[in-house]
C-alpha cells in the first residue's frame, strides 16, 4: 500500500515472479482507478488503484510496512474484492498488536514478521 508498503511489495512480486499492483493516495496514479474513503482516528482517508489491476477470480495477497489498527488494509482489502480478485492472505513486516488490527480483519491470514 502508499509508498513504504511499495519496498516490500515490489521485492516480494518479484521474488515470486507476479504482478505488482500499487495502491495510492487520491489523485496520485494516472488512467482510471477505483477507489475506498475509510475512517481514521482523526478523519478519513482515500486510496485508489488501477481499475484494471485485478481481474475477476485471480489471487491477491496485500503487502504493507506496517498494520496498526487495520483499517486500511482492511479498506484495500474490500477495494481488491470489489473488483472480484481474491484476497488470499495479507503479509507485514510489523504489526503493533495492542491496537488489535485483526478485529477488522476477522477470518483473513495474516502474516506479521515483527510483532509489538
Given at each position: 500500500?502508499?509508498?513504504?508498503?511499495?519496498?516490500?511489495?515490489?521485492a516480494?512480486?518479484?521474488?515470486?515472479?507476479?504482478?505488482?499492483?500499487?495502491?495510492?493516495?487520491?489523485?496520485?496514479?494516472?488512467?482510471?482507478?477505483?477507489?475506498?474513503?475509510?475512517?481514521?482516528?482523526?478523519?478519513?482517508?482515500?486510496?485508489?488503484?488501477?481499475?484494471?489491476?485485478?481481474?475477476?477470480?485471480?489471487?491477491?495477497?496485500?503487502v504493507?510496512?506496517?498494520l496498526?489498527?487495520?483499517?486500511?488494509?482492511?479498506?484495500?482489502?474490500?477495494?481488491?474484492?470489489?473488483?472480484?480478485?481474491?484476497?488470499?492472505?495479507?503479509?507485514?513486516?510489523?504489526e503493533?498488536?495492542?491496537?488489535?488490527?485483526?478485529?477488522k480483519?476477522?477470518?483473513?491470514?495474516?502474516?506479521?514478521?515483527?510483532?509489538?
Amino acid at each position: 500500500m502508499e509508498s513504504r508498503g511499495f519496498i516490500l511489495g515490489s521485492a516480494l512480486a518479484y521474488t515470486l515472479g507476479c504482478g505488482f499492483v500499487p495502491v495510492r493516495k487520491k489523485n496520485k496514479l494516472p488512467w482510471q482507478t477505483v477507489s475506498v474513503t475509510y475512517d481514521l482516528e482523526y478523519g478519513t482517508d482515500t486510496l485508489e488503484m488501477h481499475k484494471d489491476a485485478c481481474a475477476p477470480g485471480e489471487n491477491v495477497l496485500i503487502v504493507d510496512d506496517v498494520l496498526a489498527t487495520g483499517g486500511t488494509a482492511q479498506a484495500v482489502t474490500k477495494m481488491i474484492e470489489g473488483l472480484g480478485a481474491k484476497v488470499t492472505g495479507l503479509c507485514f513486516l510489523i504489526e503493533l498488536s495492542f491496537l488489535n488490527p485483526r478485529k477488522k480483519l476477522e477470518g483473513r491470514e495474516i502474516f506479521s514478521l515483527l510483532t509489538y
